[in-house]
């Protein structure tokens, strides 16, 4: 790795070549300068020490003899090293300083930003961003210089050092990663309204098992419990001008309870509130007074405590009200409208009283405009499924500006008023503009834009929230305004980046809420469920997934859902590397030696061990550093059976003796004295250089106890390879060993051989069986379909793929279609052609000798391709899901990179026209920033076939207006329309 | 040169093998192809962050490393080059 040093004022010029053990300063006509790097001292000899990433800095803070810079260089195994260079006088370097500075996670690339930070992409797992809390000054630290190197008779004299935590940097903000996925299921094992992802991540003691949810992670502030299940609630303030709420006012079906915001919230009784009946509304009214809605009238409460009553005629009650600061409207029942102003002296005025038609099932004003005085826009909602606008200008009060129908009556409405900006902090132009919100009976949000000269309505779009009618809520978020939508679970509608979001939160089902402001919580929500007041904030906007990380020991392999137990067993293995014994006493070693030692340097800087305790993260620090080449036959593994609800490991199943799991899967047999068992498939000794070797394989039979929470051996069966696959069959065990397809029944003292085919290319990674067909994935030579004939006792190969693939992941799809992914960054659907299909399944000798028959060594009937997409990326996992109620399945996968991507099969063939055609302009007028041929990229390994990039068609909004207009118009739409379409796609999938 | 010329199929070759190392040609032997293709498979590892990603998990070795010991292969991915035969 090579590092240019500045010239001219700021350095000598140069460059530094970072060679393995070496980092060697070189210039034109100047003697090589060359200093050692410090190598950990636990690192065994024969490995060396790479540099992997460098990041430069200028800076005046350093010694007087030294050029006013210093680099900062990563090794392999994540310490970083400061250099220095000493200054000799006329550009010349006489000196070369190496100080061992802090030990972060491996990075791909490091940079120093002027402002005192430092960003590290890394590796694999979460990147972060570290500030400096010194620059390595301390004199107590391992140096190695150029001046000092020792050459002696078997090299140069090596300095050693011991890793410690941070001490020059501190993490400031981690940036969230799944790299590596390993393996993913989806399920609702948590019986959500929607799947919970499970996704197997990382490497080594950076693994963990993450638990991903669709929406915004809530972080709860406060719950407290009220005496009475409420039905609503509501803060205000007692000034405009107040920065802060005042009171939180709470509803019950025959009270109201008012508690003041201070250091605590506590209930108060002079706050001249109405208590003894129920409210219907409280809000901010005028400058400095409050007003509280009751079902027999409203109360007006002055700042000075003076209280005013508007009291309803007759028998006739409030049912519903809207209201912003200067304007409110009441419905009484039957459907009479009454509105109020408030007055240039504070006083609430009846302007106006209208007669609807019928009841009225929800109004709302929109905000006042700021430089008005009133809102010209009420909407009202009625039970004839109609939304009217109607108009509060003097002028033409109460008349209707506009009408809209509804699929079902609406519940609830909202005003959502969105400012203006233009270039503002989220980089995003887009007008003012006013949007009307709908929470229908049927679970629908309608959303039209408003007109805000004409009141008229335009644009509509619904989606489902869930089965509750959604009750809408304007929030403060992010200083802008929000809208929480309330339905069997609640969603946030917020603008970022420029977009509408509209997302739901993972919070349980919320009756009523509020935006809530104090001291110690700045934007967040208050809201009602149940008997009990809960006070949350919502961070992390932007984000599709919420995740809970339970970490792992070992790099987990693979994982199998127990959906009727709810629990998960993983397998996770890892080469060169120590058991957890081994690193217990290590680590106390290391600790002895570190106190013995001068400097307590017990290695204990584990952040990177996210959420592991204290002690844990002590003894995985070791191992974090990397484990010496020279162990490579050895294996680590465990069998793990978790409880994803609370993350607690109810059987952890260390294995013995260099024994590593590589696969696993849930198995019923015939007989069912133990009904489910698990199988796991291992290896011992396995080499991989310089050819694939071990010592033996098992297959181990493991039985559950205690309803599932732990696991007990039965038996291991010896095998003469290692069992990539296992899968159930009918009753019995298939498994793949290298490539041998076998079948086992279970015996008392070991799995029984019942039939095997051994004609299988490479070795077999992926077994999935429907009724009597086995899909067999090759490891480089795709799909096999495979039937067992019981009565003759036989497997056959009847079809394969003529494409060599080197599968990754596979999912079987229907009876005659598999999806599989290869190591190349592809994805593809094989399907056996209909007819041939069809003449498997119906030859009546089952066509035993036309398969033997096959051609060129290959089976004689070919699977043909019919999608095929190169997505860039390894995919390691494939599923089919629906992640969406009602949204029609689709295929998730997860890659190498932590990717969660997914494919929507198109339903209608005007959908798959109008995508194709988008996506052909988006090639032809966004051409990617490096220049590369979109559909070249796309079809990198194997031409793209029926599949869209919905990536590409989603940058559609960021084109400029009129590459957006010119598009729109060649497909004979708006670009409204294509934005609509657009969006009700992804609405489908997520 | 003439215009027909330029759809030649040597001129076309020519030019490949002048933009591309592993172009091969008719007098190639075993040895340089199996060269070849070694580094071609070796560039693309390298290339591909998720391809060498991969191998990193396998074989448990820091990517750095892998990338470093991918780059040593190339210089002599096959051993030695055979000795020629004097004509």
Redesign the interface.
């Known amino acids: 790795m090579l590092v240019t040093v500045p010239g001219g004022a700021d350095g000598p010029s140069g460059v530094l070549v970072c060679a393995e053990n070496f980092v060697i300063y070189k210039n034109q006509g100047h003697p090589d300068v060359r200093a050692v790097i410090p190598r950990r001292a636990d690192l065994p000899a024969e490995r060396g020490v790479l540099i992997v990433s460098a990041a430069m800095h200028k800076t005046k803070n350093l010694k007087p003899e030294e050029f006013k810079l210093f680099f900062l260089l990563q090794t392999e195994y994540g310490d970083i090293f400061k250099v220095t260079l000493t200054d000799g006088g006329g550009d010349r370097v006489s000196e070369l300083n190496i100080k061992y500075f802090d030990t972060i996670a491996v990075a791909v690339s490091i940079c120093v930003l002027k402002s005192g930070f430092l960003f590290a992409a890394s590796e694999f797992g979460n990147h972060a961003l570290y500030q400096f809390k010194g620059i390595g000054d301390d004199d107590n630290d391992v140096v190695a210089s150029s001046a000092s190197l020792m050459e002696t008779e078997e090299g140069f004299q090596p300095v050693f050092f011991l890793p410690r935590r941070l001490k020059n940097l501190v993490r400031i903000d981690p940036v969230e990663s799944l790299m590596s996925i390993m393996d993913m299921k989806v399920s609702n094992l948590f019986e959500e309204e929607t799947p919970q992802i499970f996704t197997l991540c990382g490497r080594g003691p950076r693994s963990s098992l993450r638990i991903m949810r669709t929406g915004l992670a809530v972080s709860e502030m406060a719950v407290s419990k009220l005496p009475g299940i409420p039905s609503a609630v509501w803060t205000v303030k007692k000034n405009v001008m107040d920065e802060f709420d005042s009171y939180i006012v709470v509803s019950f079906t025959n009270a109201t309870l008012v508690l003041s915001i201070g250091e605590t919230v506590e209930e108060v009784s002079n706050s001249g509130f109405l208590d003894t009946a129920p409210s219907l509304a409280v809000s901010l009214i005028g400058d400095d007074s409050i007003m509280q809605v009751h079902p027999n009238g409203i109360r007006h409460i002055r700042e000075d405590g003076r209280t005013n009553e508007w009291q309803t005629s007759g028998k006739r009650t409030i049912a519903k009200v809207g209201s912003n600061r200067l304007q409110v409207v009441i419905a009484l029942n039957g459907g009479e409208l009454v509105y109020f102003e408030v007055d240039v002296t504070g006083q609430l005025m009846e302007v106006e009283k209208h007669e609807m038609s019928g009841d009225v099932a929800c109004l709302d004003i929109a905000p006042v405009p700021k430089g008005r005085l009133r809102s010209r826009f009420l909407a009202v909602g009625s039970y004839d499924n109609t939304i009217r606008i109607l108009s509060l200008d003097p002028d033409d009060c109460m008349q209707t500006l506009s009408i809209q129908s509804l699929s079902s009556a609406p519940e609830s409405l909202l005003f959502l008023e969105v400012q203006a900006s233009v270039g503002g902090e989220d980089g995003a132009d887009h007008p003012a503009s006013l949007f009307l919100s709908a929470g229908l009976q049927s679970g629908v949000l309608s959303r039209t834009v408003v007109d805000t000269v004409t009141g008229l309505l335009s644009d509509a779009r619904s989606r489902f929230l869930g089965l509750k009618a959604p009750k809408l809520f304007p929030i403060i978020l992010g200083r802008k305004c929000a809208m929480l939508c309330l339905s069997s679970r609640p969603w946030l509608g917020y603008i970022h980046q420029g977009h509408f979001l509209l997302t739901p939160l993972s919070y349980e089902t919320l009756e009523y809420a509020a935006s809530f402001s104090s001291d110690q919580c700045l934007e967040g929500v208050v809201s009602v469920s149940g008997e009990a007041l809960r006070i949350f904030t919502v961070e992390r906007l932007g984000e599709t997934f919420n995740q809970t990380v339970i970490p792992l020991r070992y790099t987990p392999r693979k994982l199998v859902l127990q959906p009727k137990r709810k629990l998960l067993v993983v397998i996770e293995s890892d080469q060169g590397a120590l058991t957890a014994k081994e690193r217990e006493a290590a680590r106390k070693e290391c600790f002895e030696a570190a106190q013995t030692g001068e400097n307590a340097t017990g290695s204990e800087d584990q952040m990177e061990n996210d959420g592991e305790d204290e002690d844990q993260g002590d003894s995985l620090s070791d191992e974090h550093y990397g484990y010496p080449k020279s162990e490579s036959d050895k294996w680590v593994s465990c069998i793990r059976v978790l409880d994803p609800r609370t993350g607690n490991t109810t059987c952890l199943l260390e294995l013995q003796e260099n024994e590593a799991a590589f696969s696993i899967c849930t198995v019923n047999f015939h007989d069912k004295e133990y009904g489910t068992l698990l199988a796991v498939g291992t290896a011992k000794g396995l080499q991989f250089t310089p050819k694939r070797s071990l010592t033996v394989g098992f297959i181990h039979i493991y039985r559950f106890l205690d309803d599932g929470r732990s696991l007990e051996l039965l038996h291991k069966t010896q095998v003469e390879g290692v069992p990539l696959a296992l899968c159930q069959f009918q009753g019995r065990l298939l498994a793949g060993i290298g490539p041998v397809l076998r079948l086992y029944d279970l015996g008392k003292r070991r799995l029984l051989r019942k039939c095997e085919n051994k004609s299988f290319p490479i070795s077999i990674v992926s077994i999935h069986a429907y009724r009597d067909r086995i899909y067999v994935g090759d490891i480089q030579e795709s799909f096999h379909y495979c039937k067992y004939r019981r009565d003759e006792n036989q497997l056959y190969i009847f079809a394969d793929d003529s494409v060599p693939r080197w599968l990754t992941a596979s999912y079987h799809i229907d009876f005659d279609t598999m999806a599989g992914a290869d190591k190349f960054g592809n994805i593809f659907f094989a399907r056996l052609p209909q007819d041939v299909s069809d003449e498997v399944e119906e030859d009546p000798t089952s066509g035993k000798i036309k398969w033997e028959q096959g051609k060129l060594n290959g089976a004689l009937n070919k699977v043909e391709e019919i999608v095929q997409f190169h997505v860039g990326d390894v995919i390691t996992s494939l599923q089919k899901a629906a992640l969406v109620p009602g949204g029609g399945e689709c295929i998730v996968y997860g890659t190498v990179m932590g990717c969660v991507g997914a494919l929507h099969a198109f339903t209608s063939r005007d959908d798959v026209d109008f995508f194709s055609h988008l996506e052909m302009h988006m090639r032809q007028d966004n051409p990617p920033l490096c220049g590369r041929d979109h559909m070249a990229y796309r079809s990198a390994y194997f031409p793209v076939k029926d599949v869209l990039d919905g990536d590409l068609c989603e940058q559609f909004p960021t084109l400029p207006m009129d590459l957006q207009r010119k598009i729109a118009d060649e497909l004979d739409r708006t670009p409204g329309e294509i934005l609509k379409k657009l969006e009700e796609l992804r609405n489908k999938i997520i | 040169m003439q215009a027909s010329d330029r759809f030649n199929i040597n001129s076309q070759l020519e030019h490949l093998q002048a933009k591309y190392v592993g172009t091969g040609h008719a007098d190639i032997n075993r040895f340089e192809w199996a060269v070849n293709i070694q580094r071609d498979s070796y560039a693309s590892y390298i290339g591909?962050?998720?391809?060498l990603?991969?191998f990193?998990?396998?074989?448990?070795?820091?990517?750095?490393?892998q990338r470093?010991t991918f780059m040593q292969k190339m210089l002599l991915p096959c051993g030695l080059a055979p000795e020629r035969e004097e004509d």
Do not use: C, K, V
């Open positions: 591909h962050y998720p391809l990603f991969y990193f998990i396998a074989q448990n070795e820091f990517i750095g490393r470093y």
